[in-house]
Each structure stands twice: as structure tokens, then as C-alpha cells.
């Protein structure tokens, strides 16, 4: 498309409007390519917001844009969008072209996270030196606020916000899925801008100046030292202040990789302050911000890769403090690893998690965040290092990660606190949350990452003379004037500082630190043993009672001499929790215990004897009583420790069906059409003679009692007995009525089919065979009727 010199960006801002609603993707495309290429920036800087609008959707969800959450590789445009949007593609090369005439675009703040919106609207400037010196102040007020953000700001945050907008998906279709176009493009930038070998490729567009312009300088007089609550000395200056054009290359190419990093935690993570999370503790406190499943499955990818992108430093300078003299030698990118996960990343993240296991419901979705938990914890698993396969739980941990553990305790400790009040409130009996906990009992019965965190506990309680929290945080060498201690004592007094620097920041000043293998903490761990050990045993009696079941429902319940009360059936038992998923629920289960065993240091024998005491409480019939109820006006109330009972399968109640037994589900023996038939010929006889049997079964002769064996269900009025808000609704049902419903099963068919040929090989006709059958049932039940009246009697 040639780029005609009289044409108005008006006109051609128009075009494409006009095209997006006529033309397929690979066309659209294909013209914006070249007009990309051929276009100068002054006109595509009127089409920019529009284009980033139209495939990421407007911010407030209402334009859905390119469905990346929903373009999968079967679709065919999915090759399409990819290629468009790649590192290396036409919209970042439109990106770039913009970056070089340093434009800006408006974000209004309402989209901003909660904490730092509410940073800004109280005049206080937020952590994330991203947010600095760009604010734009209208004349209407502050609420009006906007951000102006640089191009690559621009189209970054527009990415990211596209994950955390409410989209109205079409029916049947979620945005959860790993391999959709968004979550492939989320790998793709995160191995581009943040590559775990060599540096950051440069830009593939170049002005006429031969370099793209870095976003301006921040003020020197702008403090950072509150950002990831860490010493700025622990970042060199280059970092945090983005180079001129005329810096080193490698230098000022770092900034679009802090820059994607901050908009990605900022956007994803950062919708929860300490404040704010301590308010939410409180029910009245309606939550900001509740994340998807598929939210978290990107976190999941972002914590991974960062893993990865850290452990990529080389080894030289894996020390937190290197000295003076090798700053000369440290490329801005691997400085960057050397903080990235400590600083950007730690304190967002645990709030993040924090929030997740405390409002997440109790199901199996909930493996996606156990899993992003797992992965943080787990930095050893992303090294990249090639070595001979082991077990997890034989997995030594090395070393060389203790002071990863200790700077990240409370992603240990509270985290797994946190995680067992969800454990005993969670269905154990369920394969899936049996899996979940053994995945927990797994990871942190790696040998040596106990001890580490039980050193890193110590650390924190310290006294506090060893070294005071509320000191600046900055280290003094002694050059610098510091004090001249043994290197042991310097470690040790580095670590204590560390740790309780790293525990004050996430909980604040006063917080109330728990140790993980502390008594309190062991006498919960207790507490979720003995629920997994009533879990195992719950799984083993369901497995039993299947197995009972499908031996019942074999060819003789055909006939029916099997069990035919649906009612038998284990209450809340689902298809996954049958067959091979009970066995693995067991297999799970047995292996949690063992690990928990192992991390806590539990005696093997008190175990056993627990588990045994438990085994012959249930075997002496415990889980046959009702689960724990007090009595209320309208019958029976579930305790708060009924409800586990329930939940953990150890009691139930008996259920039974109470309404009309006419419209009962239709059995698997019974045929489906003979009852349908049935019940209309009854229904017909019952609503033209219902006053006849009335009256005959009000009679107190013997034609009376006769009467209403037949006409009567009486079973029903003990039955009623057992539901008390029910009675008012069955009194309809126990009016006399014929039911012929009976007659429908197949055990019925077969006997009366063995009658007419018993019948026939006697030589009686079928009409015989008939007034034989109805005298019998006459003179059986003649016989019940007098035989109950003498059982009465005595």
C-alpha cells in the first residue's frame, strides 16, 4: 500500500476503523505492515492507542479486541496474531518508531492497581518508581488523574491489563488454558526482554539518529529505597536511572527489560497492600480484586521464568554484596538477575498468595495457586543444570540456597500455616486435594530444606542488641567505618539483619511471628494427621461399599435381587472419587503422612497408634451416628463439628426420598416406558374413585383393613418421622390411591412371565394363569392383612 503525501491521519485512522469491521485478520494485518513501514511516526502516533485498543480490548472490558485469551493453535488465526505481535514483529516495530519521537498516551489512574491508585489519589508517591514523574494534572481535578506513559509503556500495560479485564466469553469458553495466544506471547516477551543467556536484543528499528530514545532520566531527587522495601545500595544507580541515548548500549537497552517486569507485577500482583490485606481480614470488607484461575497460571509462568532469568547469573556474581572494585565488571543485565526476584518481585507476590489461600474456594481449582507457591519455594528446580534424576524427596538441597530460604521465610513458614487451615477444612477423601497435600508434604520434605528454615527462625529470634530492626538499612564495611567483627560474626549479624528486615517489611513493625516448628504449629500438623488418617479410612470404606455396590448391580439386580434403594449410595460421592481415584486418594494420603513424619520429626510409633485408635473407633460403628446436631424449631442443626464430620465422610445421615413415590426417578429396573403408562392409567383410576377408596379405607371392618393394604403405603408414615420440615408437604401423598408402579419392574415382569409358563406347562390357558395370579395376591394379602392385625394386638 503506497503511503499517498496528501492524505490526512484522519482519513487514514477512518480507513482502518472502516476495515476492522470488513476485512479478516491476515488482511488487516497485511495493510498494517505496510503502513507500519511506510508511514511516518506523526501519523501512526494518531492510530497507536486505536490499534493497541482493538487487539488487546479496551480497558474496561466493554471492546473484546483479539480474544488472545481465547485463540488457540487450532485456530487459524492464531499464526496470525503471534506473528503480528512477536518480540520481533510489526506492532513492536511500530512501538519502537514511536519510542524514537518519544511520545506519550494517557492511562487514566481509575485502572491502576488498588494500592498505588490510592497512593496517588492521596498525594503520596507510589513504590514503583515506574509511576514517577508522570502523572498529568487536569483542570476538572484529581479525579481525572492520568498517567502518560512512553510506547512501550503504553503497549506493555495494555498486555498486561488485558489479562485482569472482565471478559463476557462466549458460552462454554474460558480463558484458562495454557497454550491460548495470550499465554504463549506472556513466555515469548518473558524470554525476549528477560533472556537467561546473552542480553537483550536491540532494537530492530533505527531513526535517523541511529538509536531509539530510552524514556527520560528520573529525577536525582526521587528516592527509591522504599521500592521492594531493600537498601538502593543494593542496586546499582544505572538500573534505577535510565541511560541518555549516548549510554552503553547494553545500558540502555536494560530499561525495557525492568520496564516489562514492573508492569507485569504491577498489574498482576500488586493489588494488595499490608494495610489493605489486614483490613480484609474483617468480613464487612468487601474484596478489591479477585484473580482467575487463569490469572494465576500466568503468575505461575512469571515466577518460573524469573526463577530461571536469576539463576542464569554467572557464578562470580551470585554474592548479594560484590565489592567495590567489581562493579566495573558487572553488565547492567546480570546486576539485575543478581535482585530481580528479591526485590520486584518477593513482597507483591506473598501478599498475592496470601490473599489466594485465605479467599480461594475449597476445590480442586486451587492447585494453581499451591503450584505458583511451589514453584517460588523451589528456585533450585529452574537452574538449568542437567543432573542424574532423583525423587524429589531424595533431592538434597543444596547449600548454596540457605540464604534464598531465610530471605524468603515467611513464603516457608506462614504460607504453610496458612495452607493447613485450609487442609482441615478441605475434603481429604477427594484425590485431587489428597494430591495437593502430598504435593505440600513432598516439596518441603526435601532433606536439608528443613533445617534451613529452622536456621532461618533462629536468625529471627535473635536478640535484639545482635542488631537493631529499626536501623537504617544499609551496610557499612569496614573502610566505611563499620566495625571490625570476626568474618563469622559478620555473616551472622548480615543474616540477622536479613531476615528481620525481610520479615518486618511483609508484616509489619508489631507482627506476631509463629514458628514453623513451634508447639502451636506442631499441634496443628497433629490435628490434619488425624484428619488424613479419617480420610484414609473413609476412602478405604467408600472403596468397599463400591465394591459391594457394582457386585450388586450385576446380572442378578437385573432380576432384581440386588440392592434396588438408590438411597444406598454414598452420600457426596463422586465419579472421580470411585475406583482407581480411591486407591490413589490411599496412596496419597499414606505418603503426606510419611512426610509430614519426616519434616516434623514425629515419633513412627505414636502415629501408628493413633492411626489404630482411629481405625477401631470407626470399626466399633462410630460413622454409622448422625453427624453432630442440636435440636431447633424445625428439626435437626448442623454443628460446626457436624459439618467436618460430613465433609470428612466419618457421618452421615440417613437419606431417603420423601415425596411423591409415584414421581420417584425412573429405576435401572424398571422399564421406562411401562412406567409412564402406569402411572397414567393409575392416575386416572385414582382421580375417578379416589372418594370410593376414601371410604373404604376409613371403614374399621375387614374390607377396610384389606383395604388399605392395598390403597396404603405404610411405610410412608414412618419415614415421615424422619423429616420434620418435610411433614406438611407429605400429608398430600397419604391419601388411598391405586399404584400400579410395581408392575413396572423387571424382577415383576420376569415373575409373572415364570407364572404363565409355569402355568402353560401345566396346560392352563392364559386367562386361567390370570385369575390364578389375582386369587394368590387376593389370599396374600388377606393373609398380611390378618397376620398384622394379630402382630398388633400382641
Not at 505492515?33 to 479496551?58: C, N, Q, R, T
Not at 515466577?303 to 562493579?327: M, Y
Not at 437419606?655 to 420417584?664: A, K, N, R, V, W
Request: glycine content about 6%; hydrophobic content about 40%.
Amino acid at each position: 500500500m503506497a503511503a499517498p503525501t496528501l492524505q490526512q491521519p484522519s482519513f487514514l485512522l477512518a480507513n482502518l476503523k472502516a476495515d476492522a469491521t470488513t476485512k479478516p485478520l491476515l488482511q488487516r494485518c497485511q495493510d498494517l505492515v505496510k503502513i507500519i513501514d511506510e508511514y511516518p511516526a506523526k501519523e501512526l502516533h494518531l492510530i497507536f492507542p486505536w490499534l493497541v485498543e482493538s487487539v488487546f480490548g479496551s480497558l474496561d472490558g466493554i471492546i473484546a479486541g483479539w480474544n488472545l485469551r481465547l485463540l488457540h493453535s487450532r485456530n487459524n488465526e492464531y499464526i496470525i496474531a503471534m506473528d503480528f505481535l512477536n518480540p520481533s514483529g510489526p506492532m513492536m516495530k511500530l512501538v519502537y518508531k514511536l519510542q524514537a519521537e518519544e511520545y506519550k498516551y494517557e492511562i487514566p489512574v481509575n485502572y491502576l492497581p488498588g494500592p498505588v491508585k490510592a497512593c496517588i489519589q492521596e498525594g503520596v508517591l507510589p513504590d514503583c518508581p515506574l509511576f514517577h514523574n508522570k502523572l498529568q494534572f487536569p483542570l476538572s481535578g484529581l479525579l481525572t488523574l492520568n498517567l502518560a506513559l512512553n510506547p512501550f509503556e503504553f503497549f506493555m500495560f495494555n498486555f498486561a491489563y488485558c489479562l485482569i479485564t472482565p471478559k463476557n466469553y462466549p458460552q462454554g469458553q474460558h480463558g484458562s488454558s495454557t497454550d491460548s495466544a495470550y499465554f504463549v506471547l506472556v513466555d515469548t516477551y518473558l524470554k525476549y526482554f528477560l533472556p537467561s543467556e546473552g542480553s537483550v536484543p536491540p532494537s530492530p528499528f533505527s531513526d535517523s539518529r541511529g538509536s531509539v530514545t530510552a524514556p527520560s532520566p528520573r529525577s536525582s531527587s526521587v528516592s527509591f529505597a522504599g521500592y521492594g522495601v531493600h537498601s538502593p545500595s543494593l542496586l546499582k544507580h544505572h538500573i534505577f536511572h535510565q541511560p541518555s541515548v549516548n549510554a552503553d548500549p547494553a545500558a540502555q537497552e536494560i530499561w525495557r527489560s525492568e520496564t516489562l517486569l514492573q508492569l507485569f507485577v504491577e498489574v498482576w500482583l500488586h493489588h494488595y497492600s499490608l494495610e489493605m490485606y489486614q483490613k480484609l481480614q474483617s468480613p464487612q470488607v468487601k474484596e478489591p480484586f479477585t484473580p482467575t484461575e487463569e490469572h494465576v497460571l500466568v503468575v505461575r509462568l512469571l515466577v518460573k521464568h524469573l526463577h530461571a532469568f536469576a539463576n542464569s547469573l554467572k557464578p562470580d556474581q551470585l554474592s548479594p554484596l560484590p565489592l567495590a572494585h567489581s562493579h566495573t565488571h558487572t553488565s547492567p543485565l546480570e546486576e539485575f538477575k543478581r535482585v530481580v526476584v528479591q526485590r520486584f518481585v518477593q513482597q507483591k507476590l506473598y501478599l498475592f498468595l496470601q490473599h489466594c489461600f485465605g479467599h480461594w474456594p475449597l476445590d480442586a481449582s486451587f492447585r494453581a495457586v499451591l503450584e505458583t507457591w511451589l514453584s517460588y519455594i523451589q528456585p533450585w528446580r529452574y537452574t538449568g543444570e542437567k543432573t542424574n534424576p532423583q525423587p524429589d524427596q531424595n533431592r538434597t538441597v543444596p547449600d548454596k540456597w540457605e540464604s534464598f530460604v531465610q530471605e524468603n521465610l515467611l513464603m516457608y513458614t506462614k504460607l504453610f500455616q496458612v495452607f493447613l487451615n485450609r487442609a482441615v477444612r478441605t475434603d481429604l477423601v477427594n484425590a485431587k486435594n489428597a494430591l495437593m497435600v502430598f504435593r505440600v508434604a513432598k516439596v518441603f520434605a526435601q532433606p536439608n530444606l528443613s533445617e534451613m528454615i529452622q536456621k532461618g527462625e533462629q536468625f529471627f529470634l535473635e536478640p535484639e542488641h545482635v542488631l537493631h530492626h529499626r536501623q537504617p538499612r544499609g551496610y557499612l564495611t569496614p573502610s566505611q567505618g563499620g566495625s571490625y567483627l570476626s568474618s563469622r560474626q559478620k555473616v551472622v549479624t548480615d543474616m540477622v539483619f536479613r531476615v528481620k528486615s525481610h520479615v518486618y517489611a511483609l508484616e509489619g513493625q508489631d507482627c506476631q511471628y509463629k514458628q514453623m516448628f513451634g508447639p502451636e504449629l506442631r499441634g496443628a500438623v497433629m490435628k490434619l494427621i488425624q484428619i488424613i488418617a479419617q480420610a484414609r479410612q473413609t476412602a478405604k470404606r467408600i472403596s468397599d461399599q463400591s465394591s459391594e455396590v457394582a457386585a450388586n448391580t450385576s446380572f442378578l439386580s437385573w432380576f432384581g435381587l440386588g440392592s434396588s434403594d438408590v438411597n444406598n449410595t454414598f452420600p457426596g460421592a463422586e465419579a472421580e472419587e470411585s475406583g482407581e481415584c480411591l486407591k490413589k486418594t490411599h496412596e496419597f494420603l499414606d505418603r503426606a503422612l510419611e512426610n509430614l513424619c519426616q519434616i516434623f520429626k514425629l515419633n513412627q510409633g505414636q502415629l501408628t497408634q493413633l492411626i489404630s485408635n482411629l481405625s477401631s473407633s470407626q470399626d466399633d460403628g462410630n460413622c454409622k451416628q448422625l453427624p453432630d446436631c442440636i435440636q431447633g424449631e424445625n428439626g435437626l442443626i448442623l454443628t460446626d463439628l457436624g459439618r467436618r464430620q460430613i465433609i470428612s465422610g466419618l457421618r452421615r445421615f440417613d437419606i431417603h426420598y420423601q415425596g411423591d413415590p409415584e414421581l420417584q426417578p425412573i429405576r435401572s429396573y424398571e422399564n421406562a416406558l411401562l412406567v409412564r403408562l402406569f402411572y397414567r392409567i393409575s392416575s386416572l383410576v385414582n382421580e375417578r374413585f379416589g372418594g370410593h377408596m376414601n371410604a373404604l379405607c376409613s371403614r374399621s371392618d375387614l374390607l377396610g383393613r384389606l383395604g388399605r393394604h392395598y390403597l396404603t403405603d405404610p411405610g410412608s408414615i414412618t419415614k415421615l418421622k424422619r423429616s420434620p420440615i418435610s411433614q406438611r408437604a407429605l400429608e398430600r401423598n397419604r391419601h388411598p390411591r391405586l399404584s400400579l408402579r410395581p408392575l413396572a419392574s423387571y424382577r415383576t415382569i420376569l415373575l409373572l412371565l415364570l407364572f404363565y409358563a409355569f402355568g402353560a406347562f401345566l396346560t392352563f390357558g392364559p386367562l386361567s394363569s390370570t385369575v390364578f395370579i389375582l386369587t394368590g395376591g387376593f389370599l396374600y394379602g388377606l393373609l398380611m392383612t390378618l397376620l398384622g392385625d394379630k402382630l398388633k394386638t400382641h
